[in-house]
């Protein structure tokens, strides 16, 4: 076996990988200049860090650990919690699914599901993988997306929106 080649130029990783941890930011922040600080303190980290990984995936996952982690402190920061409330559709920049109705429902819920909706649906990470990145137990994983999806059931009957 040959070793995994870590080297990579900045360029080829902000394509590989900021669209991922801009929506993770975005998921839980609902605020695109907060999205984008985040995303650039990740990438600010990485190159701090001077890590070796094993593969790509293990490059993937201590990126999107440390997403969870930059977004988490924001959203506990004094910055975070004394803002005025955004009341702003997100603008045109912000990446939105084609079925927009649903990506506006999931972003309606409250933030301790969008983080776990997202890494789910959108990011196509198991519920194990989220519990070890969130470091949330397993079982409150899955009740998160059980308790988002009656949610989203009813916020997209209520706008008779049919799945």
Known sequence: MGEFQSDISAKRLLELY????????????????????????????YIDSNKRFNDEEHRKAWLLRVAVNCTNDFVKSAHYRN?????????????????????????????????????????????????????IKETTVKSQLSRARDMLRKILKEAQYEL
């Open 18 to 45: 900021s669209d991922m941890i801009y929506r993770i930011a975005f998921a839980r922040t609902q605020n695109k200049a907060d999205a984008e600080d985040i995303t650039q303190n990740v990438f600010l980290k």
């Open 83 to 135: 803002r005025a409330p955004i009341e702003d559709v997100p603008d045109a920049e912000v990446h939105i699914e084609e079925n927009s109705e649903i990506y506006y429902a999931v972003q309606s819920l409250p933030e301790k599901y969008r983080l776990a909706v997202h890494l789910f649906y959108y990011e196509d990470m198991s519920v194990a993988e989220i519990s070890a990145l969130t470091k």
